[in-house]
């Protein structure tokens, strides 16, 4: 059983900063691209930010120059480290990887973790 738990999540006033990671854990073969997502009340879950597995980097537009996704390869884990927040930041945000199992080691499936909540207001 593979799983992402995330984690960093919380409250924060605007223009402070938090670091999410995500880290997967079991029995896992290789990790491809890792990507992060945020879905705000309401709204449909958007893409934030995407890291492959040789380091290419995008961002959604409007967190530009405010967020930074990295890994750790040795660690499993994705970060997004987040600066200057927003209110309309606010949403849960959810952690998505293309993971291959020992089991099955050709087959690399999407996976998502539990989410973590993300609430910037004064």
């Known amino acids: 059983q593979v799983q992402l738990v995330e984690s960093g999540g919380g409250l924060v006033q605007p223009g402070g900063s938090l670091r999410l990671s995500c880290a997967a854990s079991g029995s896992i073969f290789g990790i491809d691209r890792m990507r992060w997502y945020r879905q705000a009340p309401g709204k449909e879950r958007e893409l934030v930010a995407r890291i492959t597995i040789n380091g290419e980097i995008n961002y959604a537009d409007d967190v530009k120059g405010r967020f930074t996704i990295s890994r750790d390869g040795a660690k499993n884990t994705v970060y997004l480290q987040m600066n200057s927040l927003k209110p309309e930041d606010t949403a849960v945000y959810y952690c998505?990887?293309?993971?291959?199992?020992?089991?099955?080691?050709?087959?690399?499936?999407?996976?998502w973790g539990q989410g973590t909540l993300v609430t910037v207001s004064s």
């Open positions: 998505n990887a293309l993971i291959a199992t020992m089991s099955r080691p050709n087959t690399y499936l999407a996976l």
